[in-house]
């Protein structure tokens, strides 16, 4: 997916959230790989020779980067040293495994299909339907303002409704999150949210002292 999808993607979901930031940046890390690639072509391969030319000839390591960056294998070990190191990001890894998620289908088999296994294996990936097509680039944005329209009016309706309002599996979701990855460290809600949420904490497995 294009670049500024993948940030928007992202950006939906977690925007309330304090790890919002560091969401953003893992959204936007995989593609890295791509940026090095892009740099090879420009800069590093001989002056005369075509990008496809230069594809051809490019260096492994460019390839192992960018397959690394867009793999489950990299997130999950990544995720084992955030655990150790500072738990509170663990949340923002979300942003990474959508961009993973994201390319998995639009990206057709070429070089650059997503292996998401890699190292255990290059040979898994899904023949896709590359996002670079004018039809998904235009359903893409449309899914993109649909669901973030339906999430402002949400939030609007929470708010109006207040005690009126019935947990959704959005709340479900972020009462699961919070659950698995320690409210007391990772409070999921800035202020304001939180309010609201103080005014729903009847839900299955909640308990009051674990607020915030
Ligand atoms: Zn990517």
Request: proline share 5%; hydrophobic share 50%.
């Amino acid at each position: 997916m294009d670049f500024f999808s993948h940030i928007l993607w992202v950006h939906i979901p977690t925007r309330n959230k304090l790890w919002h930031d560091e969401a953003l940046i893992f959204s936007m890390l995989p593609d890295v790989g791509f940026l090095l690639i892009m740099l090879y072509s420009m800069f590093w391969s001989p002056m005369d020779t075509s990008y496809a030319e230069a594809m051809r000839n490019i260096p492994q390591v460019f390839l192992d980067i960018y397959f690394i960056l867009h793999s489950f294998v990299t997130v999950f070990i990544v995720g084992v040293i955030l655990w150790k190191l500072k738990p509170r990001l663990l949340p923002a890894l979300s942003g990474w495994i959508i961009h993973i998620l994201l390319d998995i289908p639009f990206h057709e088999t070429s070089m650059f299909a997503t292996r998401f296994i890699y190292p255990l294996s290059s040979e898994v990936y899904f023949q896709g339907i590359s996002w670079n097509n004018v039809l998904i680039l235009a359903l893409n944005y449309l899914a993109i303002a649909l669901v973030y329209a339906y999430m402002i009016h949400r939030e609007n309706m929470k708010q109006k409704m207040g005690d009126e309002w019935e947990p959704d599996i959005i709340d479900e979701l972020n009462h699961l999150g919070a659950y698995i990855f320690n409210r007391k460290r990772i409070p999921a809600f800035n202020g304001k949210r939180y309010s609201l949420r103080r005014a729903h904490s009847g839900l299955p497995g909640e308990d009051e002292k674990g607020t915030g």
